[in-house]
């Protein structure tokens, strides 16, 4: 089992800046990739972004390249997602997902553990 841990959401103005954190406890969780989704009212899970488990290699989604930064520190089992120039837009329940590889890391049933969520408002 992996335990995975959302913490860093709240509310913002546009423009502000957040970092979500996404702890994770149980087997083991840095030899695998890791991503975040987001999710908004009354639409479907999306990709936000992803991160190979060596951090040799990141996946963005066009709406947020450049402007959001997924990293990992393997050692404290963390994975960040580091999310400046917000938008209203970007108001969504944040997750993270594990995934044990081998399929493309865009969807969300690549991925068998979840976080519970994190909530990130930003006002216009």
């Known amino acids: 089992q992996v335990q995975l841990v959302e913490s860093g959401g709240g509310l913002v103005q546009a423009g502000g800046s957040l970092r979500l954190s996404c702890a994770a406890s149980g087997r083991a969780f840095s030899i695998n990739p890791t991503g975040w989704f987001r999710q908004a009212p009354g639409k479907e899970r999306e990709f936000v972004a992803a991160i190979s488990w060596s951090a040799g290699t990141t996946y963005y989604a066009d709406s947020v390249k450049g402007r959001f930064t997924i990293s990992r520190d393997n050692a404290k089992n963390t994975v960040y997602l580091q999310m400046n120039s917000l938008k209203p837009e970007d108001t969504a329940v944040y997750y993270c997902?594990?995934?044990?590889?081998?399929?493309?890391?865009?969807?969300?049933?690549?991925?068998?553990?979840w976080g519970q969520g994190t909530q990130v408002t930003v006002s216009s």
């Open positions: 997902a594990r995934a044990p590889g081998g399929s493309s890391l865009f969807y969300p049933t690549s991925y068998d553990y």
